[in-house]
T-cell receptor
Framework: SQQGEEDPQALSIQEGENATMNCSYK?????LQWYRQNSGRGLVHLIL?????REKHSGRLRVTLDTSKKSSSLLITASRAADTASYFC??????????FGKGTKLSVIP | GAGVSQSPRYKVAKRGQDVALRCDPI?????LFWYQQALGQGPEFLTY????????KSGLPSDRFFAERPEGSVSTLKIQRTQQEDSAVYLC???????????FGPGTRLTVT
């Protein structure tokens, strides 16, 4: 299976600052997805980036993908308290078995 | 529109009991995944359906776990003779097809006492 590893494991920032979290994976992928999970709730899909894309934006989110380094980053600009959550990446390849890492736990302090 | 729903939201079972967890995916979604999430961990893949076909069940932890999706829509995850280590949140997700974003349900929190 293809598993992403998020880094850092935990991140604490002040409201208004930017938050950057990274994802590394081991083998070739077709796409990579980022998800958010608020405490005690289901996962919410944030963004999907395909292997032939290098950067993608959605609102305050910016995702980059470097297939040569087998890594992706998620940038959240002008963070808000509501962004407090765990963030997971999910690399997608040919296998049906899609897995998640342990996530980055982001705390945004008001 | 309606998202993915799961029932029950909470389930307490005595060790040894059988449980059945239900997932109603978004209408028309071909792909359906089941995941198990322990506290503080990311979701762990259990099984994948494409319509009614179970194409991957390699993540099911033991033969006590069984999943079905007989008509290609609603899916049920059954756990027989529950053990304490089965306590976790069970998440269901559906998608238009493999390679598209997945939409997650709220999960079923199973506690085995």
């Amino acid at each position: 299976s293809q598993q992403g590893e998020e880094d850092p494991q935990a991140l604490s920032i002040q409201e208004g600052e930017n938050a950057t979290m990274n994802c590394s994976y081991k083998t070739s992928i077709n796409n990579l997805q980022w998800y958010r999970q608020n405490s005690g709730r289901g996962l919410v899909h944030l963004i999907l980036i395909r292997s032939n894309e290098r950067e993608k934006h959605s609102g305050r989110l910016r995702v980059t993908l470097d297939t040569s380094k087998k890594s992706s980053s998620l940038l959240i600009t002008a963070s808000r308290a509501a962004d407090t959550a765990s963030y997971f990446c999910q690399p997608g390849a040919g296998s049906y078995q899609l897995t998640f890492g342990k996530g980055t736990k982001l705390s945004v302090i008001p | 529109g309606a998202g993915v729903s799961q029932s029950p939201r909470y389930k307490v079972a005595k060790r040894g009991q059988d449980v059945a967890l239900r997932c109603d995916p978004i209408s028309g979604h071909v792909s359906l995944f089941w995941y198990q999430q322990a506290l503080g961990q990311g979701p762990e893949f259990l099984t994948y359906f494409q319509n009614e076909a179970q194409l991957d069940k390699s993540g099911l932890p033991s033969d006590r776990f069984f999943a079905e999706r007989p008509e290609g829509s609603v899916s049920t995850l059954k756990i027989q003779r529950t053990q304490q280590e089965d306590s976790a949140v069970y998440l269901c997700a559906s998608g238009l097809d493999r390679g598209y974003e997945q939409y997650f349900g709220p999960g079923t929190r199973l506690t085995v006492t």
